[in-house]
């Protein structure tokens, strides 16, 4: 079974911390993705990923970075945290065939409460 | 702006009875994929379908797709309470692997 795992279910930073946002995957998938979730707005796009050390801006990218020296792992990360980044954090990835995307996996999130 | 949009934002049905969510999209799609939310967890993945096909079925869900209007249907026919959850549309560019998600339908079945 494809393991998208999350390094923490539930985070409380300060506002003006830095903050990283872990996700490793275990299935040599391609792409990576980071989204956040908020009550009626659905999965927005932060950032993707479709190699090592390549990186493409999402619907929502301000505020946020990432980082992917390896394969297996997406790293989210917040420059400097504020109270409108509480959100829910879902990372996902998937391979693809014949150019196009198939399945995405999901992790079960990081609920991130920015004080 | 998000890729997808579902309709009904909500929906409440009777268990037994068929549930139709829609969703539109506003460009060139790869394919369209469905896939559900139970509170508090991550997304899991129901059915992709391809640009270049109509319909599909998997168990009780059935989706169409029709390119010339950009918009896709998930029926879920006889449900059952452990239906009662969200979901999403997903929609991937005719050029890159960015997969865009709408604001979802939330789905409750009543016993």
């Known amino acids: 079974d494809v393991k998208v795992t999350q390094s923490s279910r539930y985070l409380v930073k300060r506002t003006g911390e830095k903050v990283f946002l872990e996700c490793v995957q275990d299935?040599?998938?391609?792409?990576m993705f980071w989204y956040r979730q908020d009550p009626g707005l659905g999965l927005r796009l932060i950032y993707f990923?479709?190699?090592?050390?390549?990186?493409e801006k999402g619907d929502i990218p301000e505020g946020y970075s990432v980082s992917r020296e390896k394969k297996e792992r997406f790293s989210l990360i917040l420059e400097s945290a504020s109270t409108n980044q509480t959100s829910m954090y879902l990372c996902?990835?998937?391979?693809?065939?014949?150019?196009?995307?198939?399945?995405?996996?999901f992790g079960q999130g990081t609920r991130l409460t920015v004080v | 702006s998000q890729q997808g949009e579902e309709d009904p934002q909500a929906l409440s049905i009777q268990e037994g009875e068929n549930a139709t969510m829609n969703c539109s999209y506003k460009?060139?799609?790869?394919?369209l994929q469905w896939y559900r939310q139970n509170s508090g967890r991550g997304l899991v993945h129901l059915i992709l379908?391809?640009?270049?096909?109509r319909e599909k079925h998997s168990g009780r869900l059935r989706v169409t797709l029709d390119t010339s209007k950009k918009s896709s249907s998930l029926l879920i026919t006889a449900s059952r309470a452990a239906d009662t959850a969200s979901y999403f549309c997903?929609?991937?560019?005719?050029?890159?692997?960015?997969?865009?998600f709408g604001a979802g339908t939330t789905v409750t079945v009543r016993a």
């Open positions: 990923s479709y190699d090592v050390k390549m990186k």
């Open positions: 299935m040599d998938h391609e792409n």
């Open positions: 996902a990835s998937s391979t693809s065939w014949t150019g196009k995307n198939t399945e995405a996996f």
């Open positions: 379908i391809r640009s270049n096909e």
């Open positions: 997903a929609t991937d560019g005719a050029n890159d692997y960015k997969l865009s």
């Open positions: 460009t060139s799609i790869n394919n």
